[in-house]
């Protein structure tokens, strides 16, 4: 059955004039001249038999009935204008800005894209090296990977894995200082510290994880260290020390041989990664399709860096 409907022009007439309680601001906001404002509210009140406003010399006011149909004429064209939006957006090239720490984008994100890139060529990702602001979400970024604690009210979390720390270097520091267990560590062994992670008091630093396998009377104040992940990770790589590393970071190099971890990678979760969005922004379809991506390449992962249920 066909909708019995005045003529949408009238109601966008009405509508941006009883909003705006002025012909001539509706005018100017529809790009059209006052009279023809006038006209179509004219159309209108005709439709339905009735005034829709009060017409004075130089105001105009809602009569009992324009006050009745204006909430649910705005409901209705905010609607349409919304759907016509995000068909509008599905049809153009979308981008997607993500909020990620540097060393991990560096260390597992840009490794992986490619096969997103290809998957989704029309997306482009813009990649922001700095930890997550919640205050900038809403117009600076679309989506972050973030980690440890979740305390971002009012945004949408989701885990895309777990993570876990454990110490590496390279198979020639390994063989010098003959590492074969942690309690070989009070050997004089050169520490790497990765300060990036452990200004956060729920990051294990290297007392905790020496306390947590039963090395208890090791100094470990001294030693190398670095702001950035990734240069604690290259110090490792030169054989200048062994530094606790996140198995997201090291995957590749475990897997190239640069790195070794000489006492094993097994061990519970010391904390997880998500991503972070406001929930309009996950109503983008290229947002929704990055985060999907994200979520799915984390469940690849190995144990101990793998989706969580």
């Not at 159309?43 to 809602?62: A, D, K, M, N, P």
């Not at 560590?185 to 020496?210: C, E, F, K, S």
Request: with cysteine; proline share 6%.
């Amino acid at each position: 059955m066909p909708r019995q409907l005045p003529p949408l022009t009238a109601i966008r007439a009405f509508e941006a004039a009883a909003r705006n309680l002025s012909m001539a601001k509706a005018a100017r906001e529809l790009g059209v001249s006052a009279g023809a404002i006038s006209h179509q509210v004219r159309q209108l009140e005709e439709y339905f038999g009735t005034r829709l406003f009060l017409r004075e010399t130089r105001r105009v006011s809602l009569t009992s009935a324009g006050q009745a149909c204006l909430p649910a004429m705005t409901e209705g064209l905010d609607r349409i204008e919304e759907a016509v939006r995000r068909m509008t957006q599905a049809q153009k090239p979308g981008r997607v800005t993500v909020s990620v720490e540097t060393s991990f984008a560096e260390c597992w994100l840009i490794p992986r894209l490619t096969g997103f890139n290809e998957a989704y060529p029309e997306i482009v990702v813009e990649l922001l090296g700095r930890p997550i602001d919640p205050e900038s979400m809403a117009y600076k970024t679309n989506l972050a990977i973030a980690y440890g604690p979740r305390r971002y009210q009012g945004l949408v979390v989701q885990r895309i894995m777990d993570e876990s720390i454990f110490p590496v270097c390279s198979e020639g520091f390994r063989d010098r200082f003959d590492l074969r267990k942690p309690a070989d560590l009070r050997g004089a062994v050169p520490l790497i510290h990765d300060d990036t992670m452990q200004r956060n008091a729920w990051y294990p630093d290297w007392q905790a994880w020496l306390s947590g396998h039963d090395v208890h009377d090791l100094d470990t104040a001294g030693g190398h260290r670095h702001t950035v992940a990734g240069m604690a990770l290259e110090s490792a790589r030169q054989g200048q020390g062994i530094v606790l590393g996140r198995g997201a970071l090291v995957d590749r190099d475990l897997a190239s041989g640069s790195l070794i971890a000489p006492f094993g990678k097994e061990g519970a979760p010391s904390f997880d990664y998500f991503t972070v969005a406001l929930p309009a922004a996950l109503e983008e379809p290229q947002v929704a399709l990055f985060r999907d991506w994200l979520l799915e390449e984390g469940a690849r992962e190995p144990a101990g860096l793998r989706l969580a249920s």
